[in-house]
């Protein structure tokens, strides 16, 4: 049995040594690993971040009527050019039944006290008539006569402001029933006038829709948008994620999905102090003034995405981030130079900023220097392997 074994293990040592001698002789078989080399270029670098948004004008300006009442006519529609004071719209106004009542009842309780007021007047004015042919024939003084010309002078003032009074109440009157009145003019409630000058971009009513006046307590029905296109502005929103790595007056790059090959200038100009929660992520709103000085024209609401440009070298010399080593210990950066044919001896670099692909190299190598492929990927064998 001890003479089995000893032959059994004899057996297991030579086929090893064969089958060591069989790997080594493989392995001498394969090509040689052959590194590939690339050079640095000369270009520029951009770090940027995105944030997606819109173009919107810098201000719209919501038109809405001084009195309620119904859309009798429409003089504009959307996309027209107008400038301030421009007709916009006319208001037929469908009178307050209450409003009209009591704009009805001071009109007589005005007239009432404009009676009363010329009753008073003819009265002064026949005392003052007969203390005149009195003082003249020398029977009474001048005191009395005074107080007699005073007290007429007061009546027909009184009655000259209940006059003015009347005339007020009427046009009250006529403004509530109709929405104007006789010497308004232009200023009349019923017309709807441009306040400033620029495209009317949106008519949310039409001929016959009921709107409601602007006062203290609402907002009023919005007439027409008004703005001036040639102030545009990007607004969008940056992740919490990037926010911090952006500030005021960084520069733009704005592209819009609906005009091709084209790109817009623009300036960072405000930050949102504050974030909304928006899918479970913190968004912060951002502006930018769009700097427009071609004749393109951008329509409002189109999407956008803007670049804000982090940092930027032009000129520089670049390198792969693919072709840079990291020291395991330091985390210093270097490459792998080449020296002889398939020799290579390392170089530590100095690194400016990186795009994700490429890298601005300040010192350590030339743009003649070869530099190793260390990660290139092995050709595919005839099965489909690597």
Do not use: H
């Not at 003819?122 to 005074?146: P, T």
């Not at 009250?172 to 003019?185: A, E, P, S």
């Not at 307590?217 to 948008?225: K, L």
């Not at 070298?313 to 044919?341: H, M």
Request: proline content about 2%; overall charge negative.
């Amino acid at each position: 049995m001890k003479r089995i074994g000893t032959i059994i293990v004899l057996a297991l040592i030579v086929l090893s040594c064969v089958g060591g001698v069989y790997y080594l002789y493989q392995k001498n078989q394969e090509d040689p690993v052959t590194y590939a080399t690339e050079s640095a270029s000369k270009g520029s670098i951009i770090k940027k971040t995105v944030a997606t948004g819109s173009i919107v004008p810098k201000e719209e300006i919501l038109i809405k009527p001084n009195i309620s009442g119904i859309i009798d006519e429409i003089f504009v529609e959307a996309g027209d050019v107008i400038k301030a004071g421009d007709l916009i719209a006319k208001v037929k106004v469908v009178p307050n039944v209450n409003s009209l009542s009591s704009a009805k009842n001071n009109i007589n309780s005005v007239r009432t006290q404009v009676e009363t007021a010329r009753l008073a007047l003819e009265s002064e004015k026949s005392i003052y008539n007969r203390q005149k042919g009195l003082f003249e024939k020398g029977v009474v003084s001048a005191n009395e006569f005074d107080r007699a010309k005073l007290s007429y002078n007061q009546a027909q003032q009184r009655y000259n402001q209940e006059k003015v009074s009347l005339s007020g109440a009427q046009q009250t009157f006529d403004i509530v029933k109709t929405g104007t009145t006789r010497g308004l003019g232009a200023s009349a409630n019923t017309e709807i006038r441009a306040t400033v000058s620029g495209m009317v971009l949106d008519i949310p009513v039409k001929t016959g829709n009921q709107v409601i006046e602007s006062n203290n307590f609402n907002d009023g029905t919005t007439i027409a948008i008004l703005a001036n296109v040639d102030e545009m502005i990007f607004e969008g929103k940056v992740d919490e994620s990037e926010v911090g790595k952006i500030k005021e007056n960084l520069p733009l790059e704005i592209t819009v999905g609906a005009i091709e090959n084209k790109k817009f200038d623009a300036i960072l100009d405000y930050i949102a102090p504050k974030g909304v929660s928006e899918n479970g992520a913190i968004q912060f709103e951002i502006k930018g003034t769009l700097n427009i000085l071609d004749t393109t024209f951008i329509r409002a609401g189109l999407s956008a995405n803007a670049s804000i440009i982090l940092a930027r070298a032009d000129s520089v010399l670049t390198l792969k981030e693919a072709l840079i080593q990291y020291d395991v210990k330091t985390q210093k950066p270097y490459v792998e130079l080449e020296v002889g044919d398939q020799d290579f001896e390392r170089r530590d670099i100095e690194l400016g900023i990186s795009d994700g692909i490429n890298v601005e190299v300040k010192s350590g190598v030339s743009i003649e220097d070869k530099i190793k492929v260390w990660n290139q990927l092995k050709p595919a064998n005839q099965w489909g392997g690597q």
